[in-house]
């Protein structure tokens, strides 16, 4: 089976493509799928095949299948997808190496981020990266700090955006 493999950073995205799908045409006439067109699709998956997740869009629509898709494996017993930084390449294993200031913020409710990945990135980062501040943003959401979303919380971006502001002013002011 043939492999493209792209460059994402300093990761390898490897996308492996079936010989009998290279004929098809791919038709994007944008139909949307219906909740139960999505969940058939998914039930056609076979769980028990480890899978890896990387998404790379991040829309309501992404959220919820990605949600469905975990439910379906809690109900079937099956292991969840793993995400891209549970991979032994992810570039959080490389924090030792950096020597900038790092800051990372995060939403007090997220989808995407759970408390134990809050804690493990916490752990993570304070053991292996000597400038590191974290923050958890209470009272927000995913998104928090863009205006453009539905989550955004005008205090809390505030206060994100400030945060940066002066970061970046500590760190790339000419000395």
Same mark, same amino acid.
């Given at each position: 089976?043939?492999?493209?493999?792209?460059?994402?950073?300093?990761?390898?995205?490897?996308?492996?493509?079936?010989?009998?799908?290279?004929?098809?045409?791919?038709d994007s006439d944008g139909k949307i799928m219906d909740d139960f067109a999505i969940n058939e699709k998914l039930n056609s998956i076979d769980l028990s095949k480890?899978?890896?997740?990387?998404?790379?869009?991040?829309?309501?629509?992404?959220? +919820?299948?990605?949600?469905?898709? $975990?439910?379906?494996?809690?109900?079937?017993?099956?292991?969840?997808?793993?995400?891209?930084?549970?991979?032994?390449?992810?570039?959080?294993?490389?924090?030792?190496?950096?020597?900038?200031?790092?800051?990372?913020? $995060? @939403?007090?409710?997220?989808?995407?981020?759970?408390?134990?990945?809050?804690?493990?990135? +916490?752990?993570?980062?304070?053991?292996?990266?000597?400038?590191? #501040?974290?923050?958890?943003?209470?009272?927000?959401?995913?998104? $928090? @700090? $863009?205006?453009? #979303?539905?989550?955004?919380?005008?205090?809390?971006?505030?206060?994100?955006?400030? #945060?940066?502001?002066?970061?970046?002013?500590?760190?790339? +002011?000419?000395?």
């Open positions: 089976m043939p492999e493209i493999w792209l460059n994402y950073g300093i990761t390898d995205v490897v996308l492996d493509i079936k010989a009998e799908n290279l004929e098809q045409k791919i480890p899978m890896e997740l990387v998404v790379l869009h991040n829309s309501k629509s992404i959220l +919820k299948i990605i949600s469905s898709l $975990f439910t379906l494996c809690e109900q079937k017993s099956k292991p969840f997808p793993k995400i891209l930084t549970d991979k032994n390449n992810s570039p959080h294993l490389q924090a030792n190496k950096i020597e900038a200031d790092l800051y990372l913020a $995060f @939403a007090e409710k997220d989808t995407w981020v759970d408390n134990d990945a809050l804690k493990n990135i +916490k752990n993570h980062f304070e053991k292996n990266t000597p400038n590191f #501040r974290m923050e958890v943003y209470e009272g927000t959401e995913h998104g $928090f @700090a $863009f205006p453009d #979303r539905h989550t955004y919380n005008k205090n809390g971006a505030e206060k994100h955006w400030s #945060r940066i502001s002066n970061l970046f002013e500590k760190s790339l +002011k000419s000395k």
